[in-house]
């Protein structure tokens, strides 16, 4: 029984570090219309606001960062961010980005097991089918 225990305290240790290493970081890319924003990521939650502005602004929380590889670029196409989570560490990771686009960008977006939220949008949304990827 006092093993069970041990297990249960390293446990919650593990969990009250892991949510001590959030990493938090801030980009901004002036952009001209028409442009993309080229997001790929997983198990994160994404949120996509809209304003006026010819710049994307964009705010990473990371917990467990360690656990992440976070890559951003910039060209005439557009933003690129890949956020994936490094094998076997960034089995504890999770991410929170929040995206304020230029009205009149384009997304592409390449999302595993995240969660999408959009704010301030008026537009038609057509989405294709949704295809496994292997």
């Not at 980009?27 to 994160?44: D, G, K, M, N």
């Not at 989570?85 to 995206?99: E, Y």
Request: aromatic share 8%; hydrophobic share 45%; glycine share 6%.
């Amino acid at each position: 029984m006092r093993h069970l225990g041990n297990i249960a305290k390293a446990a919650r240790l593990l969990v009250a570090a892991r949510d001590l290493a959030v990493e938090s970081q801030r980009f901004r890319w002036e952009v001209a219309i028409p442009s993309t924003l080229f997001l790929q990521a997983e198990q994160s939650d994404i949120r996509l606001a809209f304003h006026d502005q010819p710049q994307i602004l964009a705010t990473a929380e990371l917990r467990a960062g360690f656990g992440w590889q976070l890559t951003t670029d910039q060209d005439a196409a557009g933003v690129y961010v890949v956020a994936l989570r490094k094998p076997v560490i960034g089995s504890i990771a999770r991410g929170k980005f929040t995206f304020h686009c230029p009205r009149g960008i384009y997304l592409s977006l390449k999302l595993q097991q995240c969660r999408l939220r959009f704010d301030d949008m008026t537009a038609t949304l057509d989405l294709p089918p949704f295809l496994l990827e292997t």
